[in-house]
């Protein structure tokens, strides 16, 4: 794992993660971070594995008449197919829209991407290209880094490998009418992103 700055400070989270010692009157233990961060990605790649190996993949490999598709929010009622389901990948951005808009969630957290399809997802800064780059260059590891947003917060980010799971992934994006000649051809468990969190800290 690269640690573009190492923390030791406690996160700053409406969570109950402070801990006291078993004679109640040692100082606060809590949990840091990093490892907070850890065990929200483990939720977060759960459910979009879960969703994308038995509803999306199999969905493709059937006659359904429900399908997932890119562009199932664009139907009307005069035109498009309504029986389409959100790719992974969308339902992913759409649980982090949720919680990046909710000011009790205590983080926030993006899948970025250095080949995205959508150009919203592209890196937007030096450290985060940086950080892409590692992972493409180290896929078994994962990057660290204390960042300043734009209010002058101070966060703790982690970068996680973003795999490609199930087959409905990478044959999306090898397929794709909006890939360049240089586009990569990916396979399973390639890296085709990043996962992002980002955890506000003191200090």
């Not at 990093?34 to 879960?50: I, L, N, P, Y």
């Not at 892409?132 to 180290?138: D, G, K, N």
Request: aromatic share 8%; charged share 25%; net charge negative.
């Amino acid at each position: 794992m690269l640690q573009s700055n190492s923390l030791t400070l406690l996160v700053v989270l409406p969570l109950p993660v402070l801990l006291t010692g078993c004679g109640g009157g040692s100082a606060p233990t809590g949990i840091t971070p990093e490892k907070f961060a850890d065990g929200v990605h483990a939720v977060m790649m759960a459910d979009r594995t879960v969703y994308a190996t038995h509803v999306v993949t199999r969905l493709k490999g059937q006659s359904a008449p429900v399908k997932p598709d890119e562009y199932w929010d664009k139907w009307t009622e005069d035109s498009g197919d309504p029986h389409m389901l959100p790719l992974p990948a969308q339902m992913f951005r759409m649980g982090a829209s949720l919680v990046n808009e909710n000011p009790d969630a205590g983080f926030k957290y993006s899948l970025k991407s250095l080949w995205p399809l959508n150009p919203e997802h592209k890196p937007v800064s030096e450290e985060e290209t940086k950080a892409l780059e590692y992972l493409s260059e180290h896929p078994g590891e994962t990057y660290t880094a204390e960042v300043t947003d734009a209010d002058g917060n101070k966060l703790f980010t982690k970068y996680y490998p973003d795999r490609a799971v199930a087959a409905a992934c990478w044959e999306c994006h090898n397929e794709h009418e909006r890939r360049g000649d240089d586009y990569p051809e990916f396979a399973k468990d390639d890296v085709m992103g990043a996962v992002v969190i980002y955890v506000p800290v003191s200090g």
